[in-house]
């Protein structure tokens, strides 16, 4: 769809550019810089793409940042992966997205509309560490705010999310920790890489 948006928007911008020397030559600058500000705002956020130089990490970000998009909620990311992690791609999709869309529905949930989710992915020798970061009620505690029913329509799924962020964090010999700390709820997940290697983590 990203590669699709900016074909459309290669296609038209001669077209843009066109109407913007023509506000200019005639001195309308007020005019020029109007249209300037709204072709921002609608041709970049299309524009954007991710690429931390990991393949499948950067699917996974690009489909969760159009997701958070959607819901007017905006994503930060820090990574810094290999191009290639000796974990199972079906493992660690399940795992970001997952880890992700929990932060996600718990801002709707509570309808925060301040603060961004924040990810966190970072490899360190055989080790790779993830972190999920969402504002809160600060006077909820961790265990009022894992109790919340859920938005999904299916409530009976409630709590799978966490369910298998914990099954493959032990898949791989790793840990969850979860807290809530200054407002925001903090999941932080370790995985032993040398598990996949040796067969265990798939």
């Known amino acids: ?24 030559r005639e001195g309308q600058q007020g005019e020029a810089l109007a249209y300037f500000e709204e072709l921002r705002e609608r041709v970049l956020p299309q524009t954007a793409y991710i690429d931390c130089g990991n393949r499948t ?10 997701k958070a ?10 990574c810094v992966v290999e191009p290639s ?11 970001m997205t997952n880890l992700i869309d929990n932060a996600l529905e ?10 961004a989710v924040e990810v966190g992915l970072r490899q360190k ?21 894992l109790s919340l029913r ?14 298998i962020v914990e099954g493959i964090a032990a898949r791989y010999d790793g840990a969850v920790n979860r807290e809530v700390q200054g407002g925001r709820s903090i999941v932080d997940v370790v995985l032993d890489m040398t598990c996949a290697e040796r067969g265990e983590g798939r």
Do not use: W
Not at 150 to 163: I, M, P, R, S, V
């Open 150 to 163: 859920t938005t999904k329509e299916d409530d009976a799924l409630h709590g799978y999310g966490h369910k």
């Open 1 to 24: 769809q990203n590669l699709e948006d900016m074909r459309k928007i290669r296609h038209d911008i001669k077209n843009h550019f066109a109407c913007l020397e023509v506000l200019l």
């Open 69 to 78: 998009r959607a819901q007017g909620i905006s994503l930060d990311y820090r």
């Open 85 to 95: 992690l000796s974990v199972r791609d079906s493992d660690l999709c399940a795992l």
């Open 125 to 145: 020798g055989s080790s790779l560490y993830l972190c999920g970061v969402n504002p809160v009620d600060g006077t909820l505690s961790l265990e009022e705010l």
């Open 57 to 66: 990490v950067s699917a996974i970000l690009n489909l969760e940042t159009a």
């Open 106 to 115: 718990a801002m709707v949930r509570q309808r925060k509309t301040d603060g």
